[in-house]
C-alpha cells in the first residue's frame, strides 16, 4: 500500500487562499498549496468493480487457483458478506471434514468475498499521480513563471516530506463571486482571469489520465473508514480463497446450464403450472450456479415472484439458493429504467457480468420499457437493438464467458 495526499491549489478571489501578486504578477503562493493525507492507494483498476484481474494487481492473485485436493481435513475462517450458505459449509464438513474457527491466526486458509473486497475497498474516479508527475507540473508551472519562490518552496518540501512512493490525488480550485471582485478594476480583473486561466490549463493538461483507482483508508470523499490493519492480514498471502471457490469446489460434477437453456427454463418459471415452476426451480438449486450464473441470477431478478410461489420454496437445496442469490431477490418491474441498471451493476460488482447477461437484458430493456417509445410497439421514432449498448466504463467489466 502507498500512502495517497490530496494535493490542492486553492486560488480564490480574496481570503485564506486569495491570489496575490509577486513583482507585479499573479502567481500561486505557498498559501494557496494544501496537501493533506487522505488514504492507502492500492493500484489502479480499469472498471467499475473489483475484477480478477484487479486482485492479482494488488497481492491476491493467488486465491484464485486453490483446488479441492488442498482442503481435505483442514481449517478456515470466514470473513464477512461470504456467498457460502450454511448449508454448502456442511456439506464440505461431511465431504472434506474441514473445520470452521473464529480464529483468524490459526486457519489454514480464509475465506473472502469480493462483496467484502468491494466494501472495504473504494474505486475512485479520480486518477492519482506519482511524485514524477507532480515534479514536472512544479517545473512546467515555473518555466511559465507561474509559481512564486514560496510556492516553489512548498512544493520542494511536500516532495522531500511524503514517502518517495507516495500517490496524489490533483485539483486546481478557483473561487469567487460578484461581491469578493467588486473592489477590482478591469485591467485587474483581466489579469486575474488570465492568470487562474493559464494555471488551470496547465493543470488540466499535464493531469489528464483516466485510470480509476483503488483505496483503503480514511473516511473520506474517496475512501470511507476501513480496517486497514485487517486488509494487511491477508494481503500477500497465500492462503486466502474466494467464496466462489469454495462453491465451485462444492458443485463440481453438478450441471453446468447452457445460454440457449435460458429460453426454456424462462417459459417454466413464468407457466401457470406450480408443478411446472417448481421443476425448473429445482433445476436452477440444483445446478452449478457460479458457472451458471448469469442464467440463475437472470431468473432470479426479473422473475422472484414466480419462483416464490411453487411448491420446493422452502426446500433445503432452494434455501440454500436463495442465500447465494440474496442480493438478486424481490420484484423488479421492467417499466423503469433502474431494474436493468441495477442487474448489471450487481453484476459487474461480482465479476459476473458476461456478454450473454448484458445481451439477455438489452432484449429485455427493448421489448418492454423501450418499445412503445422508440422500440418494435412505436408509431413514430425507431431505434435498433444493436443501436443500444453499454457506457465505456462498464464495458471493462464484461468477463469472458
Known amino acids: 500500500m502507498r500512502k495517497k495526499y490530496h494535493l490542492s491549489i486553492k486560488l480564490h478571489d480574496t481570503g485564506e487562499y486569495g491570489i496575490v501578486k509577486e513583482n507585479g504578477t499573479y502567481k500561486v503562493h505557498a498559501t494557496n498549496i494544501v496537501n493533506t493525507f487522505e488514504c492507502y492507494w492500492l493500484g489502479t483498476c480499469d472498471g467499475y468493480a473489483i475484477s480478477n484481474k484487479d486482485l492479482k494487481n494488488i497481492g491476491l492473485g493467488s486465491m484464485l487457483n486453490l483446488k479441492s485436493s488442498e482442503i481435505q481435513d483442514k481449517t478456515f475462517y470466514r470473513f464477512p458478506d461470504l456467498s457460502l450458505p450454511r448449508q454448502k459449509v456442511d456439506l464440505l464438513k461431511e465431504k472434506y471434514n474441514i473445520k470452521v474457527t473464529r480464529k483468524l491466526d490459526v486457519a489454514d486458509y480464509k475465506i473472502i468475498s469480493k462483496r467484502y473486497l468491494n466494501k472495504i475497498i473504494t474505486t475512485s474516479w479520480h486518477t492519482d499521480y506519482n511524485k514524477s508527475y507532480v515534479y514536472d507540473f512544479m517545473k512546467k508551472a515555473k518555466e511559465q513563471n507561474l509559481l512564486s519562490n514560496s510556492a516553489l518552496n512548498a512544493f520542494r518540501m511536500i516532495l522531500e516530506d511524503t514517502p518517495s512512493d507516495a500517490m496524489f490525488r490533483i485539483d486546481l480550485n478557483s473561487w469567487g463571486g460578484y461581491n469578493s471582485t467588486t473592489n477590482f478594476s478591469k485591467t485587474e480583473l483581466a489579469a486575474r482571469d488570465q492568470f487562474t486561466s493559464e494555471i488551470k490549463g496547465l493543470a488540466d493538461g499535464h493531469f489528464n ?13 474517496d475512501a470511507r473508514k476501513n480496517d486497514v490493519s485487517m486488509f494487511n492480514s491477508f494481503i500477500g498471502c497465500s492462503n486466502v480463497v474466494l467464496d466462489e471457490t469454495m462453491i465451485d469446489i462444492i458443485d463440481e460434477g453438478l450441471a453446468v446450464l447452457e445460454s440457449d437453456q435460458y429460453d426454456d427454463i424462462e417459459k417454466m418459471i413464468t407457466c401457470s403450472s406450480i408443478d411446472d415452476r417448481s421443476v425448473a426451480l429445482e433445476m436452477l438449486a440444483n445446478c452449478n450456479v457460479n458457472k451458471s450464473f448469469d442464467i440463475v441470477s437472470g431468473m432470479y431478478w426479473w422473475h422472484y415472484d414466480w419462483m416464490k410461489n411453487t411448491n420446493n420454496w422452502n426446500t433445503v437445496n432452494v434455501k440454500t439458493l436463495r ?8 420484484g423488479h418491474a421492467d417499466n423503469g429504467i433502474w431494474s436493468f441498471n441495477n442487474y448489471l451493476k450487481n453484476l459487474a460488482e461480482e465479476g459476473k457480468l458476461t456478454k450473454f447477461a448484458v445481451d439477455k437484458t ?13 422500440g418494435p410497439s412505436s408509431d413514430i421514432f425507431k431505434i435498433s437493438l444493436d443501436s443500444i449498448e453499454l457506457e465505456d466504463k462498464f464495458k471493462t467489466n464484461v468477463i469472458d464467458e
Do not use: F
Not at 362 to 372: H, K, M, N
Open 323 to 330: 442465500t447465494q442469490m440474496k442480493r438478486y431477490e424481490g
Open 209 to 221: 489520465g483516466n485510470m480509476k483507482s483503488m483505496l483503503i483508508g480514511n473516511d473520506t470523499t
Open 362 to 374: 438489452r432484449e429485455r430493456l427493448y421489448s418492454t420499457l423501450l418499445s412503445s417509445y422508440v
